[in-house]
């Protein structure tokens, strides 16, 4: 098992910036895939930001790229998304999940769920 705990949301006026965190605890944080999805009300959960377990590999979702960064740090078992230039269609809750293997853009693929954190972003 793995639990994940999402922190960092809020809300903020377009073209500003959060750090979303998810911290994990449970089995090794180190041999799990990342990714980050998001919610939007009436929407399908859709991908964001991955990162492989090593960390050399990091994949966005094309209306993120540029503005987004994924990164992790093993030692804190904590994975973090930096989102700046924020924009009001980025409002959604956000959500991160593990697997084992390599990273997916699919929701299916991952084993564990935190509860959320909701991001809004005002015009």
């Known amino acids: 098992q793995v639990q994940l705990v999402e922190s960092g949301g809020g809300l903020v006026q377009a073209g500003g910036s959060l750090r979303l965190s998810c911290a994990a605890s449970?089995?090794?944080?180190?041999?799990?895939?990342m990714g980050w999805f998001r919610q939007a009300p009436g929407k399908e959960r859709e991908f964001v930001a991955g990162?492989?377990?090593?960390?050399?590999?990091?994949y966005y979702a094309d209306s993120v790229k540029g503005r987004f960064t994924i990164s992790r740090d093993n030692a804190k078992n904590t994975v973090y998304l930096q989102m700046n230039s924020l924009k009001p269609e980025d409002t959604a809750v956000y959500y991160c999940?593990?697997?084992?293997?390599?990273?997916?853009?699919?929701?299916?693929?991952?084993?564990?769920w935190g509860q959320g954190t909701q991001v809004t972003v005002s015009s």
């Open positions: 999940g593990v697997k084992l293997g390599a990273s997916s853009r699919y929701s299916d693929a991952y084993d564990y």
């Open positions: 449970g089995r090794t944080f180190s041999s799990y895939a």
């Open positions: 990162k492989s377990w090593n960390g050399y590999n990091t």
